[in-house]
């Protein structure tokens, strides 16, 4: 087999353990446990979370002891440089690019890769790459096909319908789901109730250097941190009326991180608005620690999210999250008052009070934050899918 591209270090920081974990970096392998071969399927290298997520975790599995290969369509992408070079990349040839098709394109030009790479367990790190669930499944051999749901399986809307039916039909072929929330994983008993699914978090990744400069100075307005792609799920706009109406109260800015189609619509709407005095939006950033330092809080305005992780580390630093009611995953981490509120509405008005409501309390305690989030230290999120994969190549062999 063709070796393709061996991508190079890791430019991440060093994490920062989180209260009552381990700062170690690493963690060695059980010695009763068999080393595994994973392959881990991209479309390319975007700086979507689900891949930069799967990178994450994908180094750790490899110093637990075990193999992995990253199989993609393309090695285009901002997060190629993030891979371990202990991670065998392939890609294919001829490559595959993103187009409104290119995922049937890609199950279809992977699966006869499959027998060639020999891996223990296939998996799919999010939703974008179910539709290659079919192809992989009558090429698969003796591998086990894990994929985990990143976002609601079923959207609301006309959509719904459609996919509901396709889940149906996909979700026969996977030996095994993992729902990022406990919301999730209820949808997904519901809809596929023969499949087994586990609850698994994915985990956070802090930065070693929190003491760097952040965006603003201590001027005595409320300053919001809003963080995403400019896509129409993240809905920035509702983002903007929500400064716009904050400032009809009070002083407050707003800083937008963040790249993306949409990104450029949204400076013009800024100026349109009459917001470029309040509103800053510089682009994409490697390291959002900084700016969440001095954030007084954080804004999450998305129509869903399965479990927005600039959220979770905003928590870790201190800083509450407003956010519309978009993710099961909020529900289970934000479960007292210190950590911000969702809001059940969309209404700018809303969430504007909210914001007032949350700040005017003051900087919460940061380990009562922390505390909160414990259970997503990498370590620890990386050794439980490990642990699952184990469950389900395992599964068949335990006696009737």
């Given at each position: 087999?063709?070796?393709?591209?061996?991508?190079?270090?890791?430019?991440?920081?060093?994490r920062?353990?989180?209260?009552?974990?381990?700062?170690?970096?690493?963690?060695?392998?059980?010695?009763?446990?068999?080393s595994?071969?994973?392959?881990?399927?991209?479309?390319?290298?975007?700086?979507?979370?689900?891949?930069?997520?799967?990178?994450?975790?994908?180094?750790?599995?490899?110093?637990?002891?075990?193999?992995?290969?990253i199989?993609?369509?393309?090695?285009?992408?901002?997060?190629?440089?993030?891979?371990?070079?202990?991670?065998?990349?392939?890609?294919?040839?001829?490559?595959?690019?993103?187009?409104?098709?290119?995922?049937?394109?890609?199950?279809?030009?992977?699966?006869?890769?499959?027998?060639?790479?020999?891996?223990?367990?296939?998996?799919?790190?999010?939703?974008?790459?179910?539709?290659?669930?079919?192809?992989?499944?009558?090429?698969?051999?003796?591998?086990?096909?894990?994929?985990?749901?990143?976002?609601?399986?079923?959207?609301s809307?006309?959509?719904?319908?459609?996919?509901?039916?396709?889940?149906?039909?996909?979700?026969?072929?996977?030996?095994?789901?993992?729902?990022?929330?406990?919301?999730?994983?209820?949808?997904?008993?519901?809809?596929?109730?023969?499949?087994?699914?586990?609850?698994?978090?994915?985990?956070?990744?802090?930065?070693?250097?929190?003491?760097?400069?952040?965006?603003?100075?201590?001027?005595g307005?409320?300053?919001?941190?809003?963080?995403?792609?400019?896509?129409?799920q993240?809905?920035?706009?509702?983002?903007?009326?929500?400064?716009?109406?904050?400032?009809?109260?009070?002083?407050?800015?707003?800083?937008?991180?963040?790249?993306?189609?949409?990104?450029?619509?949204?400076?013009?709407?800024?100026?349109?608005?009459?917001?470029?005095?309040?509103?800053?939006?510089?682009?994409?950033?490697?390291?959002?620690?900084?700016?969440?330092?001095?954030?007084?809080?954080?804004?999450?305005?998305?129509?869903?999210?399965?479990?927005?992780?600039?959220a979770?580390?905003?928590?870790?630093h201190?800083?509450?999250?407003?956010?519309?009611?978009?993710?099961?995953?909020?529900?289970?981490?934000?479960?007292?008052?210190?950590?911000?509120?969702?809001?059940?509405?969309?209404?700018?008005?809303?969430?504007?009070?909210?914001?007032?409501?949350?700040?005017?309390?003051?900087?919460?305690?940061?380990?009562?934050?922390?505390?909160?989030?414990?259970?997503?230290?990498?370590?620890?999120?990386?050794?439980?899918?490990?642990?699952?994969?184990?469950?389900?190549?395992?599964?068949?062999?335990?006696?009737?």
């Amino acid at each position: 087999m063709e070796p393709g591209t061996k991508l190079g270090p890791s430019g991440r920081g060093r994490r920062v353990a989180l209260k009552g974990q381990r700062a170690d970096a690493s963690f060695a392998r059980d010695a009763r446990s068999p080393s595994r071969h994973i392959l881990i399927c991209f479309h390319d290298f975007s700086r979507g979370g689900t891949e930069r997520i799967a990178i994450g975790m994908a180094r750790f599995w490899v110093e637990a002891g075990h193999r992995v290969t990253i199989l993609c369509g393309t090695t285009e992408g901002g997060v190629r440089a993030t891979v371990d070079p202990r991670v065998q990349v392939v890609e294919l040839d001829p490559p595959v690019r993103r187009s409104p098709i290119s995922r049937l394109k890609l199950g279809k030009a992977m699966a006869p890769m499959l027998g060639k790479i020999d891996p223990d367990i296939i998996f799919l790190p999010g939703n974008f790459h179910f539709p290659l669930v079919l192809p992989f499944a009558k090429a698969k051999g003796r591998a086990k096909i894990v994929a985990k749901v990143s976002n609601p399986a079923v959207p609301s809307g006309l959509l719904g319908k459609p996919i509901r039916a396709l889940l149906r039909r996909f979700a026969p072929a996977v030996d095994g789901i993992a729902a990022m929330n406990s919301g999730l994983a209820r949808e997904l008993a519901e809809l596929a109730p023969t499949v087994s699914t586990a609850t698994l978090y994915d985990p956070i990744y802090l930065h070693h250097d929190m003491t760097a400069d952040g965006p603003h100075a201590d001027d005595g307005r409320i300053h919001l941190l809003w963080a995403g792609r400019f896509e129409k799920q993240k809905d920035a706009a509702l983002a903007l009326r929500t400064i716009a109406a904050l400032n009809a109260i009070t002083p407050a800015r707003l800083t937008m991180l963040g790249d993306g189609s949409l990104h450029g619509q949204m400076l013009e709407k800024i100026r349109k608005m009459g917001l470029s005095d309040v509103v800053a939006a510089p682009g994409y950033v490697p390291v959002i620690d900084p700016w969440l330092r001095k954030a007084d809080a954080f804004l999450c305005t998305s129509h869903f999210e399965g479990g927005p992780a600039v959220a979770v580390e905003a928590l870790a630093h201190g800083v509450p999250v407003i956010s519309t009611d978009c993710s099961h995953f909020l529900h289970d981490i934000m479960t007292i008052p210190e950590a911000g509120t969702l809001v059940p509405t969309r209404n700018p008005q809303d969430l504007a009070q909210a914001v007032i409501e949350v700040t005017r309390r003051g900087p919460p305690p940061l380990a009562d934050l922390q505390a909160l989030i414990a259970h997503l230290e990498p370590e620890v999120c990386a050794q439980a899918y490990l642990d699952w994969f184990e469950t389900v190549l395992e599964r068949d062999k335990a006696p009737a």
